[in-house]
């Protein structure tokens, strides 16, 4: 396997793992909060279809990335609404939010454009285009490290340099900031923060809409960068991935940064399965591998690859004593 083959599967590693990342860093605030939120593909599915659905219709990726971020708000509120103010069970609220996203995005993309459940293909200036970084066309000759540069640095869109960029201002924020440690106290003992004066209600409402925002993000990116529309289910489960790297990255920054980017490496080994036959000389089916993420996940969830501790108060609704 030649050096230019690697870098390719690497960047498609990249790419299929962006909205991996933002997901995962979505369920780590919503966790770290203590409200466990099933419903990430849910909200990744809408935000994938809203954006897609407003960038076709007004030709304008910008306008669509923010009705994707507001449609993720939106079931994020719901989410928050029924599991912090109502106090309703957080598993089964965030499955409804799955189920709904599925049927709504069908039916409304069908009653918009008539096209079974899709939207229009994506041109221009409708989605997400690469970004050259500079100098990268001057060194991509030089052996190796040009191209590293070029087409593994160089060359995606924006939504994936902030992806990437959100893990070290999650951390920041998380681990550096009063905010973070408040948010990181009403996940563990809420009482004590409410004896401090400091609102559990605002707190989990506040983590539940940065959750809204980053996956609204990595839908949006779906459906505008990744592709070029929104085809039904699109998702494909990338939210229930996303909390299976979260669990295995131990609910840290850092670690979830490594998690998505193992998962996304299993999706970008399905399109290149000669390299999994140069590696060990046995031809491997393309459907094999791509079963590898969801093999995974399951061998994770089932606690397979350590043990992980979520937060103390997770899942659970926070009654003040009187």
């Avoid at 999650?170 to 009063?178: G, I, K």
Wanted: aromatic residues 10%; hydrophobic residues 55%.
């Amino acid at each position: 396997m030649d050096y230019m083959t690697l870098i390719q599967l690497l960047d498609s590693t990249v790419r299929l793992a962006t909205p991996l990342l933002l997901a995962c860093l979505a369920g780590l605030f919503s966790e770290r909060a203590g409200i466990f939120d099933i419903g990430l593909d849910g909200k990744m599915l809408a935000a994938a279809f809203f954006s897609a659905a407003i960038a076709a219709l007004y030709g304008n990726v910008w306008l669509g990335l923010l009705a994707g971020i507001a449609a993720s708000l939106a079931l994020s509120l719901l989410h928050g609404l029924a599991s912090i103010t109502f106090r309703g069970n957080q598993l089964i609220s965030g499955v409804a939010i799955n189920f709904l996203a599925a049927g709504l995005t069908v039916l409304i993309a069908q009653d918009w454009f008539q096209q079974g459940g899709r939207t229009p293909s994506l041109i221009g200036g409708a989605r997400f285009n690469p970004i050259t970084l500079p100098f990268a066309d001057a060194v991509e000759p030089v052996p190796f490290i040009g191209p590293l540069y070029a087409e593994l640095i160089s060359g995606h869109s924006i939504l994936v340099y902030a992806a990437f960029a959100a893990v070290p201002l999650t951390w920041w924020l998380l681990y550096r900031t009063r905010f973070g440690l408040r948010l990181r106290a009403v996940g563990e003992n809420p009482a004590a923060v409410d004896t401090a004066g400091v609102s559990v209600i605002g707190l989990r409402y506040a983590a539940v809409c940065i959750c809204g925002v980053l996956c609204g993000i990595a839908g949006a990116y779906l459906s505008t960068a990744l592709q070029a529309g929104f085809i039904k289910d699109m998702s494909a489960g990338r939210g229930y991935i996303a909390l299976a790297a979260l669990i295995f990255a131990k609910w840290r920054p850092w670690y979830a940064l490594w998690a998505t980017l193992l998962f996304g490496l299993f999706g970008a080994l399905e399109t290149r399965p000669d390299v999994i036959e140069a590696l060990i000389g046995v031809k491997v089916q393309g459907q094999l591998l791509g079963a590898l993420p969801y093999v995974m996940t399951v061998i994770i969830l089932a606690g397979f690859v350590g043990k992980a501790i979520p937060p103390r108060a997770g899942g659970e609704p926070y009654v003040k004593e009187r």
